[in-house]
């Protein structure tokens, strides 16, 4: 039987949660919107260690944003 955790070779699989996943991007402004999305594929597509200081600290804001606002 195959094992379910074998990845063929040349195949990388990156399903890493993190909590900017929690950001609700249907809350934020347009332009916010659009920057979180690019900077989350950049995450998603190369992991968070890729990613600069100024675009954690990004997507850190946005997440606290997004959260205050669904706790109002």
């Known amino acids: 039987p195959p094992n379910s955790h074998f990845n ?3 195949v990388v699989h990156r399903d ?3 909590p900017w996943d ?4 249907e ?3 347009e332009v ?3 920057a979180v999305m690019v900077v989350l594929r950049k995450a998603r597509e190369l992991g968070p260690t890729h990613l600069t200081p100024s675009e ?3 997507l850190d ?3 606290e944003a997004s959260r205050l606002g ?3």
């Not at 929690?22 to 991007?25: Q, S, Y």
């Open 8 to 10: 063929p070779p040349g």
């Open 56 to 58: 954690r600290e990004f």
């Open 32 to 34: 916010n919107r659009e």
């Open 22 to 25: 929690e950001i609700d991007l």
């Open 27 to 29: 809350a934020l402004h």
């Open 70 to 72: 669904r706790s109002s």
């Open 16 to 18: 890493v949660s993190t």
């Open 61 to 63: 804001r946005m997440t």
